[in-house]
């Protein structure tokens, strides 16, 4: 790659660029957490049963399908923003999101029409799952390939800005749904009303996604006629050190991550003994500290570089995590604040300087494919399983702070994969 180019993108241009960006990334992101949020109604509406561990399962079972279809999607829509533009594909995944997220708002039940609901209900998990593989690093790549090179962090920080207020947003709206409304109004209709607001979102992200040029990198790619014809093949045959190398590292962000925002809050309950209210309301003053300090974190990315934010982030994370879990099964509410503050703070560093790694770690001609693949094979493995084997450790061990070394191992791991990694913090991206 050659040093960065002169080339500046208008202030006002990336503004609307960052808003296009991560509006898409926040309807992904809302879906999943509200999907969570609110499984035990989910459960009761598409798998009523006698036992209701059983329906939980099965609606948790759903969730995870998802998960399964996102590499596909990864490799689909990473070859298409190859070849046709990362515009025009982003426009395709939100629409794609955005319209299967409101379907399963306006779902019959199985009180309704039987059997038919619940397989409905994955179908439509699967499609979503599917456009979500090509969200995350193509939003990615259209901002950072429009920043300029000495912000690219600040800049990308904005795309995990817009996943924690994602999980924010779901909290508040599930918390004031069921603060608000009977069980029997809930049970009726008020689960719907989380999905139903993906619509509008859909339509103003694609809108905006729409009004926008291509990123000034792949218009450099496509008038020098260097667009790859087959971006799998070309990224399996050159950049297979450097996908295993930056997975190593997203790993960690993948499971510090879904550590943070959806485990905590049941381990606030089980080991701490919270109430569901309190655990809820702890993991949301959280989720709004990580959105507002991820600023911070992509500023120190561009200050010092790559390299020592990844050093940063994984010795971080293995020198809080201990005390992060014994904190919160304190059954304090003020240190289950503070245990849970410091596992953020390197979840954001993570999730910062992997938003720039996504696009830095490969060229113009392969970026969308190498990188979709790269985040979603990580995040399948190590996020999607976050939950189930902290649950299986704590069970299996007896200890409640098992956890904590699972990380701690992830992140020796992630340290060795990430200083793998050639320095790119002042690289261009606008190369052929």
């Excluded at 190498?370 to 084997?389: D, E, K, R």
Aim: charged fraction near 10%; proline fraction near 4%; aromatic fraction near 12%.
């Amino acid at each position: 790659m050659t040093r960065a180019s002169t080339e500046q993108v208008p202030p006002q241009t990336l503004r609307k660029v960052i808003v296009a960006a991560g509006i898409g990334n926040f309807v992904e992101w809302f879906d999943f957490a509200v999907y969570g949020f609110l499984a035990t109604t989910i459960a009761q509406q598409f798998f009523p049963s006698g036992d209701a561990s059983a329906a939980l399962l099965k609606t948790f079972a759903v969730f995870a399908v998802a998960f399964a279809f996102r590499p596909l999607g990864g490799i689909f829509f990473g070859m298409l923003g190859d070849r046709i533009g990362r515009k025009r594909t982003l426009a395709m995944t939100i629409l794609l999101m955005a319209g299967a997220t409101t379907l399963i708002g306006l779902l019959p039940t199985y009180a309704a029409i039987g059997v038919t609901a619940p397989i409905l209900l994955s179908l439509i998990r699967c499609a979503q799952g599917f456009s979500a593989g090509g969200e995350y690093a193509g939003a990615c790549a259209y901002l950072m390939e429009h920043a300029p090179s000495d912000k690219r962090a600040w800049y990308g920080s904005f795309i995990p800005v817009s996943t924690f207020a994602a999980f924010a947003s779901a909290a508040v709206v599930a918390y004031a749904l069921e603060a608000s409304l009977s069980a029997e109004a809930m049970g009726s209709w008020g689960w719907r009303l989380p999905f139903l607001i993906a619509a509008p979102l859909g339509l103003v992200g694609l809108y905006l996604r729409w009004r926008l040029d291509e990123t000034p990198a792949f218009q450099a790619v496509k008038q020098e006629h260097a667009v790859a014809h087959s971006p799998l093949k070309e990224t399996l045959r050159n950049h297979g050190a450097a996908i295993c190398c930056l997975g190593a590292f997203v790993s960690l962000t993948a499971l510090s991550f879904y550590m943070f925002t959806t485990y905590f809050a049941t381990y606030l309950q089980v080991a701490g003994g919270l109430s569901r209210a309190t655990a809820l309301l702890v993991s949301l003053i959280a989720l709004i500290f990580a959105a507002a300090i991820c600023p911070l974190a992509g500023w120190y990315s561009d200050r010092v570089g790559r390299r020592v934010t990844v050093m940063t982030a994984c010795g971080l994370l293995m020198g809080v995590v201990y005390p992060s879990f014994l904190m919160a099964s304190s059954g304090s509410f003020a240190a289950s604040i503070i245990g849970v503050m410091l596992l953020a703070v390197g979840a954001v560093l993570c999730g910062v300087v992997t938003a720039a790694l996504l696009s830095e770690t490969f060229p113009t001609r392969t970026r969308y494919t190498a990188s979709a693949i790269t985040y979603n094979m990580a995040y399948t493995i190590f996020g999607g399983t976050a939950p189930l084997v902290a649950t299986w450790l704590i069970s299996t061990t007896g200890s409640n702070l098992s956890p904590a070394f699972y990380l701690i191992a992830v992140a020796l791991l992630a340290l060795a994969g990430g200083l793998a990694l050639p320095e790119t913090s002042r690289i261009s991206l606008h190369d052929a």
